[in-house]
């Protein structure tokens, strides 16, 4: 064997070396990599909306030992009477013409049941954004589901607003449950 050949054999085994290192390796070693990566970004984001659950702990008790302070409803005729005087209260000292409240519909859950409210009405700019915000800071849990707003003029002097909110009501049977659930109670 001439130096030449000897050099083209020294290379093709150092390619082929190279490329047998790279598949039993390298390769294998880069994907487990990535695979870790993304096994750690996957762990960061469930600690932080655990972080972030531990760290609004105290304000969703505090919540909702207000509600339960208010009167949280077992019955479902209360809490239809509750959301729908409140809500005409809240228009009125608005200035919102509210010309339909009526519950819509009612989901039976496990502990509590959520009873939808479908509430219309026209009024100024001004007279929505109070209104929205009276429902937003309830004294009693209240969800706003949907909110449509539709100006009948350029000017956005008259808007005319389409809300569903929903609420929750308690059956007595369940009340002392859910109250140790969300205090943090029990033994």
Known sequence: MNKRERML??????????FVVDRLLVVPLTARFAALDE??????????????????????RDRWQAYQQVGLAAEESVVRIRVQQNLTDWSRQAGFDLTTCTASRTIKGERFSEVHFIARGTGSLRSVVQLLASVHTSPFPLRILFCDLVSRDEKLDVLTLGLTVSTICMPEANGSAASVAMTGGGS
């Open 39 to 60: 096994q750690v970004v996957a762990a960061r984001q469930r600690y932080e909306a655990a972080r972030v659950l531990v760290d609004n702990a105290q304000v969703l």
């Open 9 to 18: 054999t020294v290379v093709i085994a150092l390619l082929v070396g190279y």
